[in-house]
């Protein structure tokens, strides 16, 4: 078996592009350059190369550039919609409506928000992974502030009917914002087709740089500032990293390019379905959450029956492969994910699921040292959860 890891785990980070490492191995080694909210040469400079990257980015999502904010992450700019949007409707909105199965940004967003007086609604998920938009639609009404429901759920890849909620929303005069995070690269992401008022990115996801992430707040949105500073139109304060907003620029342009050919979403589907495929037929009672469901073509959740999903993980690991749990750890214990829990599971099934996200890069060979791996660590992960038992 080769020494070389196999990353199974592109929805946690993905690799940088090579012309992003290009990039921004050039902009280290310059000397040192101005801020952009500068008035002198120095300044003016990186203002311009600012507002480039941000008429590239709004160029691919069919936005206008002042609608396009930069920021540090997409937990950043879900927790700015989220946050941004509820203090800037009326006194009389005070209601706002997520999915149970949002990213953990927007779960504590809306807490937040909770502490405040907002009336936090959550819908729940069918046991497919997939929200019914008419059981989302049902609660959004004349007082709510801000909708939020995910373009494709993290964990299980299931897409959602954003294209419906987003449309109705606006027919209701209901600011809609939509977690695009896991969907670039993926699949096109275009405003005119997912008409949301706001709309999150994190460049990492799609092969930019870390430590950078856009969020989209169309013209007249109801919005008022959380944090402070002029910059980013009053969006989001703080100096802006230019070097990092150009190279999530050239990789979403990228990204969008391979979703609009389509060449490389459709290699990864068949590759994901050739692994579950041949996983099952190991394991006959490994089940694939949200298959009929519609999902990412490169995200696999599967639930091993009988399993410690932390041995199994801790097994892969050891084999050289990175995978992930569909729970989070925290403070060094595995707890149930959220995601699982709202579409059904009990704690103990949904501990015993692993997640598997393929990548550009991924090709046969990798699936089979995944399936040889997995032949080899689940009866051992059995063992260890009897020993538990």
């Known amino acids: 078996m080769s020494a070389s890891r ?20 050039n902009a280290l080694g310059r000397p040192m350059e ?13 203002r311009r190369r ?7 980015v709004a160029r691919v999502l069919g936005a206008i550039p002042r609608e396009v904010a930069f920021t540090a992450s997409g937990t950043e700019g879900n927790a700015l919609a989220l946050m ?30 909770a502490k405040l007086g ?23 009404d004349g007082t709510t502030a801000v909708a939020s429901l995910m373009w494709a759920n993290n964990e299980t890849g299931v897409l959602q009917p954003v294209d419906r909620v987003a449309r109705v929303c606006r027919e209701r005069a209901v600011p809609f914002h939509t977690d695009a995070v896991q969907v670039a690269g993926r699949r096109p ?17 799609f092969g930019g740089p870390p430590g950078s992430g856009v969020l989209v707040v169309r ?47 459709a290699a990864l589907a068949a590759l994901r379905d050739d692994f579950e495929a041949r996983v099952q037929r190991a394991f006959p009672d490994v089940l694939a959450l949200g298959a009929g469901a519609g999902r990412l073509p490169h995200v696999s959740m599967l639930e091993f029956p009988g399993i410690d999903g932390e041995a199994l993980l801790i097994g892969l690991d050891l084999a050289g492969i990175s995978a992930s749990s569909g729970a989070a750890c925290a403070s ?7 995601v699982l829990l709202a579409m059904g599971h009990t704690p103990a099934r949904a501990q015993s699921c692993l997640r598997f996200s393929l990548g550009p890069e991924t090709d046969a060979a990798a699936v089979d040292r995944v399936v040889e791996a997995l032949r080899e660590q689940v009866p051992r992960a059995r063992d260890a959860a009897r020993g538990l038992a």
């Open 219 to 265: 013209r007249n949105t109801p919005f008022h500032s959380v944090l402070g500073g002029h910059q980013e139109d009053g969006l989001r304060g703080g100096t802006q990293a230019t070097w990092l907003a150009e190279g999530l620029a050239l990789a979403l342009e990228e990204a969008a390019q391979e979703a609009l050919q389509g060449e490389v979403p």
């Open 6 to 25: 196999i990353h199974f785990d592109h929805n946690a980070t993905t690799p940088m592009r090579p012309g992003v490492r290009a990039l921004l191995e």
């Open 50 to 56: 600012l507002e480039q990257a941000r008429e590239r």
């Open 84 to 113: 941004g949007a509820f203090l800037g409707a009326g006194p009389t909105r005070r209601r706002v409506v997520l999915s149970a199965i949002e990213h953990p940004s927007l779960q504590r967003a809306a807490d937040t928000l």
């Open 189 to 205: 992401v275009r405003l005119h087709e997912v008409d949301a008022a706001m709309l999150t990115l994190s460049g990492h996801k």
């Open 34 to 46: 101005g801020n952009p909210s500068s008035v002198h040469a120095e300044g003016r400079s990186m």
């Open 332 to 338: 060094g214990t595995l707890a149930p994910s959220h």
């Open 118 to 140: 907002a009336e936090v609604v959550r819908v729940a998920p069918g046991r497919n992974g997939r929200v019914d938009a008419d059981a989302f639609l049902a609660q959004v």
